[in-house]
């Protein structure tokens, strides 16, 4: 006993000594990428200011007071064992479920979505920050019941963690936000792919799936527009000046970039109003009409180093939970950025969602950083799992 209270004061020790440790990859990539949205915030704003604003630079200076904050996050994650949100999951998936209703009682609403909460100082979007928390609880129940075996996710599991999804994705549904409810499904089934699911788990859940999309449509939940925008995306030459009026422009600015691009501030498309909401979810056309294909595949590379790098972590985690937390952060980015760019070239439909670190919004940038100093969290504790610890698991 004596010999096991030393071993243990050594280990604590150790991983004192260890506790910050970065993955540099992952975080120069996340800082290069979020100075790069930045200026180029300012070159889609400088000339066409959304919004009754008449600084130049508002836009500019609101997303590097976006930037310190998640950076700070970032480094305050690390003063945590990330294997204690573990212990929490269930107050952390109460908390997100009393904000989202927050949403519906109290938020108000942008672009026909009740997504917003005004907190006088500021304003806020949960389901920004619901999609890490929704993550945590996912990972919390998938890494559960460890009699299970261990390379099988059972019927337990799969049914509490859809539960948990489940719930989360309605709610923000209600708002309604079918961007936002797309990415949480897609990161909840990579989720599902980690843990080692059965295929007939799956296919049963795209059968639900697709079962309450008709029930959604039948009861007016999903509504004549949404299906719109998937007409525009198999005949995008529909009503250029309707509903495939976004679509023509964002393609028209990317496309006349060619090469090298107009020149950074010299975006015709983008300074002429042109591409609608060009600082928010069409930054990327921007980037593809002032840089041209080189800095949108600049863009590119740099999202794909830190989609790369959360599922590198997610391989080396020291345990189950840190694993799928670190994949979950990973979809929640691939889907984001697969989306988005996707939708401003034409391969999928338009649903207002943003580019991660890319474009504006404080909800989004933070919620992002957060995810990743939780990554970074797990990278660090990668080779400190004691024994007693894991003894501990197979009870748990």
């Not at 009682?105 to 009740?114: A, D, R």
């Not at 792919?193 to 296919?203: E, H, P």
């Not at 995008?236 to 006349?256: D, M, R, T």
């Not at 070239?345 to 939780?374: A, K, R």
Request: net charge positive; hydrophobic share 50%; proline share 2%.
């Amino acid at each position: 006993m004596v010999e096991f209270k030393k071993d243990l004061r050594i280990q604590e020790k150790k991983e004192k000594k260890l506790r910050i440790k970065f993955d540099f990859i992952l975080l120069s990539s996340v800082i290069l990428i979020s100075l790069f949205g930045i200026l180029m915030i300012y070159s889609a704003t400088r000339f066409s200011l959304p919004g009754e604003v008449d600084d130049p630079q508002y836009y500019m200076k609101r997303q590097a007071l976006f930037f310190g904050i998640g950076l700070a996050l970032l480094l305050l994650t690390q003063l945590i064992d990330y294997r204690k949100l573990k212990k929490y999951w269930l107050l952390i998936f109460g908390v997100n479920i009393v904000f989202l209703i927050s949403v519906l009682l109290f938020g108000y609403e942008v672009h026909g979505s009740k997504s917003w909460l005004d907190l006088k100082f500021t304003s806020v979007q949960p389901s920004e920050f619901s999609k890490i928390f929704m993550v945590i609880s996912v990972a919390a129940v998938l890494s559960r019941w460890r009699g299970e075996k261990e390379s099988k996710t059972g019927f337990k599991k799969v049914f509490f963690s859809l539960l948990i999804s489940f719930i989360t994705i309605i709610l923000i549904m209600l708002e309604p936000d079918y961007g936002t409810s797309l990415i949480f499904f897609l990161t909840y089934i990579g989720m599902l792919f980690i843990s080692g699911a059965n295929f007939l788990y799956f296919l049963g859940i795209l059968i639900l799936t697709l079962g309450g999309l008709v029930f959604g449509f039948k009861i007016g939940l999903i509504k004549q527009y949404h299906l719109d925008r998937l007409l525009v995306l198999i005949k995008p030459e529909v009503e250029k000046e309707g509903i495939g009026y976004n679509l023509f422009q964002s393609k028209l600015a990317i496309g006349s970039g060619e090469l090298w691009g107009k020149g950074l501030f010299l975006g015709k498309q983008t300074n002429l109003n042109y591409v609608p909401e060009h600082h928010t979810d069409f930054i990327f056309s921007v980037i593809g009409e002032e840089l041209g294909f080189f800095g949108a595949l600049l863009a590119i590379i740099l999202l794909t180093i830190i989609i790369w790098r959360c599922f590198y972590v997610s391989s080396v985690a020291s345990d189950r939970f840190g694993s799928l937390v670190s994949g979950g952060v990973g979809f929640i980015i691939l889907s984001q950025v697969f989306i988005n760019i996707g939708m401003t070239i034409g391969i999928m439909p338009i649903i207002g969602v943003p580019l991660p670190f890319l474009s504006y919004g404080g909800s989004n940038l933070i919620s992002v950083f957060l995810g990743i100093g939780i990554v970074e969290n797990v990278y660090a504790r990668r080779e400190m799992r004691r024994d007693y610890e894991i003894a501990y698991q197979e009870f748990y």
